[in-house]
């Protein structure tokens, strides 16, 4: 299976992107999908994750700017970014957990006047 991430970009401060990452094949459920980012420099963090069942949880830094979705029967998962700032600049990973562990290649995301 192949998780392929899309949707980075140069933003500037306040700004939105949206991101997307799609599975290449059907990944069994129940499967978290979720999206991690990593800054230079720094550990990959979790952004946001979706359950199959459409609980989402939240890194405190993106709640209220950030909106995961996920679209089960295409295996996508989305990032709605809104209200971006500097700080979002990262390197973005989407994953998907299962019987297995799965990890998009990523895509920056830079924010920056």
């Known amino acids: 299976v192949q998780l392929q991430a899309s949707g980075g970009g140069l933003v500037q401060p306040g700004g939105s992107l949206k991101l997307s990452c799609a599975a290449s094949e059907t990944i069994s459920s129940p499967n978290i999908m979720g999206w991690y980012r990593q800054a230079p420099g720094e550990q990959r963090d979790v952004v946001a994750l979706?359950?199959?069942?459409?609980?989402?949880t939240y890194a405190d830094s993106v709640k209220g700017r950030f909106t995961i979705s996920r679209d089960s029967a295409m295996m996508s998962v989305y990032l709605q970014m809104n209200s971006l700032k500097p700080e979002d600049t990262a390197v973005y990973y989407c994953?998907?957990?299962?019987?297995?562990?799965?990890w998009g290649q990523g895509t920056l995301v830079t924010v920056s006047s």
């Open positions: 979706i359950t199959s069942g459409g609980v989402t």
């Open positions: 994953r998907v957990i299962s019987r297995s562990d799965y």
